[in-house]
């Protein structure tokens, strides 16, 4: 996924005509966007259970679902989360790009930096708030009609 996204920035860099500074920086800022919506995505994910289709039902049936407009906040709320995760890289990859206050070679590793830093937060609050909460989210899905 890493290289997936990488390549793209670069891809789209290179279709619009940036530079290699601000192609260089539109992919460091989008690793700094995966990382933190991977990370607010994990702390998430081990919090709330989604519901889903009882085992043998057809994945195109709504049944026993029954809660998408709860999904759906709870996914705007994260891509927002991550948006908010990555904005301390973001401005310094804007400053970078724009106003030339930040060299490019300083703000790439420090973006890089950031997302290794979000995204191993998010694992660890992520691993403990799954290992505090296990056993209520296996009930959970227990008790959800036909699993």
């Known amino acids: 996924m890493l290289a997936v996204t990488i390549g793209s920035a670069a891809l789209a860099g290179v279709l619009i005509g940036l ?45 026993g679902t029954g809660q998408m407009t709860v999904t759906f906040l709870i996914q705007f709320l994260v891509w927002i989360g991550g948006a908010i995760a990555a904005a301390p890289a973001l401005v310094l990859l804007g400053f970078a790009q724009w106003s030339g206050s930040v060299p490019a ?34 009930t959970a899905i227990r008790s959800w009609p036909g699993h």
């Open 19 to 63: 530079p290699g500074r601000g192609t260089l920086l539109l992919s460091a800022a989008m690793v700094v966007l995966l990382a933190a919506a991977c990370a607010i995505s994990l702390f998430v994910g081990a919090g709330w259970v989604y519901p889903v289709q009882p085992p043998g039902t057809s994945p195109m049936s709504t049944k």
């Open 105 to 138: 070679a300083m703000a790439v590793p420090g973006a890089a930096v950031w997302a290794v830093v979000v995204l191993w937060a998010g694992v660890v609050s992520a691993g403990r708030l799954w290992d505090a909460r296990c056993v209520e989210d296996l």
